[in-house]
């Protein structure tokens, strides 16, 4: 009995280290942000981007959005895109063979006759049924395509369409600030030799007020767990992506708004379609290639450009979404596990997949038998009083000082919820998230990676509310 | 097994302090947020000031309102800043003078020279350049003329299209020479830049009709016709009969429309069964800006057998000739086939 006490106190033990860990580097990511964006803000009264960008520095972008079943979205998201803010810009929509009216909506609405023009070269894609140009918008094509069931095909068949050097990828159903493109190229526009793709922030949309396609007053969801996601999008984006942009070492750019360079994109032979976490499983290759080719590049994450998008407020389909998230990373973690402790890829081979492989990959396991661990080793007295605050204070209470650091950074930066009540409710959940949701999504991220072991899960639907208000 | 209490003790007070550390950025921040309430308010105020003796300048008195701006507190300095270069930009004149001379009395030209002459950062440099541009001031014109001579194109650009902005006809000639130098590539990007100097511009572009580079003719051409000098059309005229070139084609072309003579609306005509669709674009362009009732028939005659975009374009020409284009059209839809057909219908349908 003696000897099971002490199987079961070393792996505690090894639990409490690994949160510790775990939250020591969010807490290093978060200072990092910190200094990145203050430097960012820092800038900014001299960003001047209604005379910089008037004309001659701004590289032309094209614009790919995959578009499937997006009917009740899809007219407002495209007229926004088709408004913002950039001297020179197309639209290329991907109709990725949608089972409901979107292609029927786009063709009306957007006043499209079918053209001769076929993508002449590039990536491999399913079959293109048609390509459209658009009467009313020279800047405007559209893709139809048989469904092959991912995202990453349908960005490939607008990639073979694009005309120009820089491409962001955007999701169907996001709604992009006027600015966003503005503040999404500025990184190239600073250093237009080594900049070779940029991630802006996804923030939620849930309980914003939006009217004609823009988010005209940002709030807070009534849906306590879209709120708890909008603290997790905080943590995530503003929190650790720009600490990792910080080392040249970013892995994900979400393809829900993610700027790349069209001929790397397809030098590495673009979106891979099997993968399902096409965003990351790009940015990885990216750095994989460059740094083959010894070439000098940057990756850089900015947390001022915006993109909005819906996300789950049901446990279901959030668990159907974070399932699917984990399987993706554990897929692009195992095809690139050359990097790990790799001294060819400096700080992404020493700290940042290592990081990526420990903690986002496999740690849900630790983590999920690690709570039941505890818990059942409290019941039976096998760790004592002083163990167990100090387990509750390094898993609940340090994932409480982060959710706030993030929440702060965002007050002491970018304000965009900027309503006393909104703060305060940001506040609460702050706290109470780490109570019950981070221990649902860990358990969520461990079905991923069951799903990734048994090779099952696909897709899946996600359930739109529609943003148009 | 058990080891001692110390490190659990340790994480717990880390974790602990961590928390404390965060309560009170939360309670300095909600003490920022009201901090800020009451600054916003007062800067409105000093804002609202600086507005209201702005328009009282504007409406007649200089001086003694230029005063009430020269101290400004820290931190103001780039709403100054624009303030004053709106007032440069909007107005010309007395008003355009004095704001000048206050950007120049009150440092903020220096300050742009210095930034050009010690940044290493390419964007904070090239915000100065476009900056200097927008003061329009005479002191900037030696900085920028050095810019011209800089690796990075789109310094140079920037450059030249201040040098541009404030209008001394002496840099024309260095713009000249810069163009002459720089790439196909960026040669497009000068459009802007030497029209701004207008007519002063004639001769130089009219000696660059015979510059071997195509870009170059190109550029030459297309400014011509936006200067629209009425001397220029026969030399337009005959650089179209003797081009090559399909995109300095296209320019002649669109040049001679924009100048609207109806003596070269013949040879425009020919074009539109030239090889290149881009010409063939340009020239059912042109006849819709020129509006000879001529042109109408020669758009139809081309219409069948035009690729589509041509089409599309010999449409929205035929169309924009109002009743008679529309009624040509109408005409001719049994005689066409079916894409055409549609195209014809839609287009018909959009005028409407």
Request: charged share 25%; proline share 3%; aromatic share 12%.
């Amino acid at each position: 009995m003696e000897y099971f006490g002490s199987i079961v106190w070393v792996l505690n033990i090894v639990v409490l280290i690994y949160f510790l860990s775990l939250n020591s580097l969010y807490l290093f990511f978060t200072i990092l942000s910190g200094l990145e964006i203050r430097k960012y803000l820092q800038r900014l009264p001299y960003s001047g981007y209604d005379y910089i960008f008037s004309d001659l520095m701004t590289p032309p972008v094209s614009i790919v959005v995959p578009v499937y079943n997006e009917e009740l979205n899809v007219e407002l998201t495209i007229g926004n895109m088709l408004h913002l803010k950039y001297p020179k810009y197309e639209v290329v929509v991907v109709n990725d063979g949608s089972k409901d009216k979107t292609l029927d909506i786009l063709i009306e609405k957007f006043r499209l006759v079918k053209m001769d023009t076929r993508p002449t070269s590039g990536l491999t894609t399913a079959l293109i049924r048609a390509v459209y140009s658009s009467l009313e918008y020279p800047n405007l094509r559209v893709v139809d395509k048989e469904n092959e069931g991912s995202k990453a095909d349908a960005i490939n068949a607008g990639l073979n369409l694009v005309k120009y050097n820089f491409f962001l990828s955007l999701d169907g159903d996001a709604i992009l600030e006027e600015d966003s493109l503005l503040k999404i190229i500025r990184p190239v526009v600073e250093n237009p030799d080594e900049v070779i793709a940029v991630g802006g922030i996804v923030r939620v949309a849930n309980g914003c007020k939006i009217e004609k396609g823009r988010v005209t007053t940002p709030s807070l969801s009534k849906s306590t767990i879209a709120v708890m996601q909008v603290i997790e999008y905080l943590r995530a984006f503003l929190a650790g992506r720009t600490g990792l942009s910080r080392m040249n070492s970013n892995l994900i750019i979400s393809g829900a708004f993610g700027l790349f360079r069209t001929d790397y994109t397809k030098a590495v032979g673009g979106f891979r379609a099997e993968s399902i976490g096409e965003d990351m499983e790009l940015v990885t290759s990216l750095h994989a290639y460059m740094r083959r080719q010894k070439k000098r590049y940057k990756i850089i994450f900015i947390a001022d450009p915006v993109c909005w998008t819906e996300v789950p407020e049901t446990l279901k389909v959030l668990q159907r979404q974070r399932r699917r998230w984990q399987k993706g990373l554990m897929q692009v973690l195992s095809r690139y596990k050359k990097m790990f402790f790799n001294p060819k890829y400096g700080p992404i081979g020493f700290l940042v997949y290592p990081y990526f492989f420990i903690f986002e990959g496999w740690g849900a396991l630790l983590e999920i038998s690690g709570y039941l661990l505890f818990i059942i080793s409290f019941a039976f007295g096998l760790v004592n009083l002083k163990f167990a605050v100090a387990f509750l204070c390094a898993t609940i209470l340090f994932g409480t000082v982060l959710s706030l650091l993030a929440f702060i950074l965002e007050e002491f930066t970018f304000q965009r919820y900027p309503r006393f009540r909104d703060m305060i409710r940001l506040i609460c959940i702050a706290i109470l998230e780490n109570f019950w949701y981070r221990q649902v999504s860990s358990w969520f991220r461990f079905m991923g990676i069951i799903d990734y072991l048994m090779n099952r899960g696909s897709w899946g639907d996600m359930q739109r509310k529609g943003i148009g208000g | 097994m058990m080891m001692s209490d110390l490190p659990f003790q340790v994480v717990t007070a880390v974790c602990v302090i961590l928390f404390v550390i965060c309560l009170t950025l939360i309670i300095l921040l909600f003490g920022l947020k009201l901090f800020r309430h009451y600054w916003d308010q007062r800067f409105q105020k000093r804002f609202f000031f600086y507005e209201k003796h702005i328009s009282d300048w504007l409406t007649g008195i200089p001086g003694k309102d230029l005063d009430a701006l020269k101290s400004p507190h820290i931190g103001d300095h780039e709403i100054i800043e624009k303030l004053i270069i709106g007032v440069v930009n909007r107005f010309t004149g007395t008003f355009r003078h004095h704001a000048i001379q206050f950007l120049e009395f009150e440092g903020y030209v220096k300050r742009k020279i210095k930034i050009i002459k010690k940044s290493r950062n390419h964007y904070e440099k090239a915000l100065a350049i476009d900056r200097l541009g927008l003061m329009r001031s005479q002191e900037g014109i030696s900085i920028l003329l050095e810019v011209l001579n800089e690796n990075q194109p789109e310094i140079r650009l920037l450059a030249a299209r201040s040098l541009s902005r404030i209008g001394n006809t002496n840099t024309l000639p260095e713009i000249m020479k810069l163009l002459e130098k720089e790439p196909d590539r960026n040669v497009s990007r000068y459009i802007g830049i030497i029209s701004a100097f207008g007519r002063n511009a004639l001769i130089p572009l009219i000696d660059m009709f015979n510059n071997r580079s195509a870009e170059k003719r190109w550029l030459a051409v297309t400014l011509i016709g936006e200067i629209r000098d009425p001397n220029s059309i026969d030399l337009v005229g005959k650089l179209l009969v003797r081009e090559t070139n399909s995109k300095v084609k296209a320019a002649c072309i669109k040049s001679l429309s924009l100048m609207g003579d109806i003596k070269w609306v013949n040879e425009i005509g020919k074009f539109l069964n030239d090889s290149d669709e881009h010409v063939q674009i340009a020239c059912a362009k042109a006849l819709k800006r020129i509006r000879h009732p001529q042109s109408l028939s020669t758009m139809i005659q081309a219409l069948p057998d035009a690729p589509f975009q041509v089409q599309y374009e010999l449409l929205r020409s035929i169309v924009d000739y109002g009743k008679e284009g529309k009624t040509l059209l109408v005409a001719e839809l049994p005689n066409s086939k079916d894409s055409l057909k549609n195209l014809i219908r839609d287009t018909i349908r959009v005028a409407a």
